[in-house]
């Protein structure tokens, strides 16, 4: 199945990628949560989108949605099915300082 994918950042691991709106996967289902942690490994300074054990993801650190919606508006939050097509979009929250 493919997921695409949009982020107001380079995503580590993707830059080399020949397709870089999607990802194939190998699975006829996956969870927003195993998405998140493949992305994260296949990032060469890996990044900790979920902690572990963590029933959300840190609101001061990162925005997730899936096909426009946030994911916490879904039921099953990071253990949501993410679907063939969906598009899921990360943002890294920037804080602003002085």
């Known amino acids: 199945m493919k ?7 380079v ?3 993707l830059e ?3 397709d870089k709106e999607g ?8 969870t927003l949560r195993e998405f998140l942690e493949k992305l994260s490994n296949m ?3 890996r990044i900790e989108y979920v902690e572990p054990g963590a029933q959300e ?3 001061y650190d990162w925005e997730v949605e899936i096909n426009g ?6 039921e099953a939050g990071l253990e949501h099915l993410v679907k063939d097509g ?4 990360i943002r890294i929250v920037a804080l602003g300082g002085g």
Do not use: A
């Not at 969906?86 to 979009?89: G, H």
């Open 69 to 74: 919606l946030p994911y916490l508006d879904y």
């Open 43 to 45: 990032s060469p300074r």
């Open 57 to 59: 993801l840190d609101p």
């Open 23 to 30: 990802l194939e996967i190998n699975r006829s289902e996956i």
């Open 3 to 9: 997921i695409f994918i949009k982020s107001n950042f």
């Open 11 to 13: 995503l580590p691991g």
């Open 16 to 18: 080399d990628l020949e």
């Open 86 to 89: 969906d598009r899921v979009t």
